[in-house]
């Protein structure tokens, strides 16, 4: 999702391939000069990927979650190993590497923490920290997750549907979209300190659905993953995952959810409006302007030489979307 040189923003080059082998024999010559988790090359992670990092940095505590695991959510792919998606980000606020987040984002403090629901709806809701978690009944879902840059996971998300917590704000009949917003704390996020280290980005993020995808069943608020509670670097204590979009849909460190009348802003459509469109569908039919969109690296067992090259599925494999655009030119409204 780079953009083109002449901005001061920066974003993926046109192929992210290359992005990840690089970042890899980065992490990897460090490490053999010893300034990385000093015991990571001696022990091989369970998966047996020893280049990526284990516990050895990720210092954010995490506790363990209760949930259930609806069997229609238990899907055949295969799921990403924690410690990639969990090493391997993309959260500018921590910096645009794929490694800043999770070395940026171990101080990340999200307790206490304040989540608000308001604009156009009868009852505003504000939930703290704990309401986050006992407010709703979480369900464990396993969703692929289709970056716009042309890699996936699969992902086991912990959370509940947004639709609970929209349909207790009682949306007024005027509302027509959704907008989010990430928490805007320079002290804490060094990407909103600096235009350099942010990517150019404006903050706080900001992102949108309409009303009706937000309230589609597939549209989760995460709370956790991998049975815990989210690590900072994927969005803690509190993300969207909207998992037929691209992923830059899928904001994290919400703060404010807000109903309103008018389309909202959107971070990367303020950036690069004939690059990232509002809907941000995942589809294998409508080109990046730079880049293909029909296929896409499946980040799982991975290694240097895996290229688990697959093609890409309309709406990323949810077709049980599709009604919610009924009509509309999907190649003009991207
Ligand atoms: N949310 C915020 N606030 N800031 C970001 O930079 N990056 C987006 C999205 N949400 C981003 C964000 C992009 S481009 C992607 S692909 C996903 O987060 C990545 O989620 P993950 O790191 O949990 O895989």
């Known amino acids: 999702m780079r953009l083109k040189s002449n901005k001061t923003v920066s974003r993926l080059t046109d192929n992210d391939v290359t992005d990840e082998r690089t970042y890899l024999n980065r992490r990897q010559l460090l490490k053999s000069m010893g300034f990385v988790g000093a015991g990571a090359l001696l022990s091989q992670s369970a998966q047996g990927i020893g280049w990526f990092d284990d516990d050895d940095e990720n210092v954010f505590e995490r506790r363990d979650l209760s949930f259930t695991q609806p069997d229609q959510f238990q899907i055949n792919d295969t799921v990403t190993p924690e ?26 403090t999200v307790d206490p923490w304040s989540l608000t629901i308001d604009g156009l709806v009868e009852k505003p809701i504000t939930l703290s920290y704990d309401d986050l978690f006992k407010r709703f009944d979480l369900e464990e879902r396993i969703y692929r997750l289709r970056c716009v840059e042309a890699w996936s996971m699969v992902i086991p998300w912990i959370g509940f549907e947004l639709a609970n917590i929209l349909q207790q704000a009682k949306p ?12 805007y704390d320079p002290e804490q996020m060094p990407g909103q300190r600096s235009r350099f280290v942010g990517g150019g980005v404006d903050y706080p993020y900001v992102e949108g659905l309409r009303l009706d995808e937000a309230m589609h069943s597939l549209s989760i608020l995460s709370v956790g993953m991998y049975g815990k509670t989210l690590p900072p670097q994927n969005g803690a204590p509190i993300r969207l995952v909207v998992p037929w979009k691209y992923g830059f849909k899928s904001i994290k460190s919400i703060v404010r959810i807000t109903l309103t009348e008018q389309m909202p802003p959107t971070t990367w459509n303020r950036l690069a409006p ?6 941000a569908n995942v589809n294998p039919k409508v080109d990046h302007p730079r880049w293909s969109q029909a296929r896409e690296r499946r980040i799982t067992t991975g ?22 655009y009924s009509g509309m030119d999907l190649s003009r409204f991207y």
């Open 303 to 324: 290694g240097l030489l895996a290229r688990n090259r697959i093609e890409t599925q309309m709406f990323n494999g949810y077709p049980e979307v599709a009604p919610l």
């Open 274 to 279: 004939q690059e990232y469109g509002f809907y």
């Open 172 to 183: 007024l009949s005027r509302a027509k979209f959704v907008a989010f917003q990430t928490l």
């Open 83 to 108: 410690v990639k998606s969990t090493s391997y980000n993309n959260f500018y606020e921590f910096g645009t590497d794929k490694g800043d987040p999770a070395e940026n984002a171990q101080d990340f």
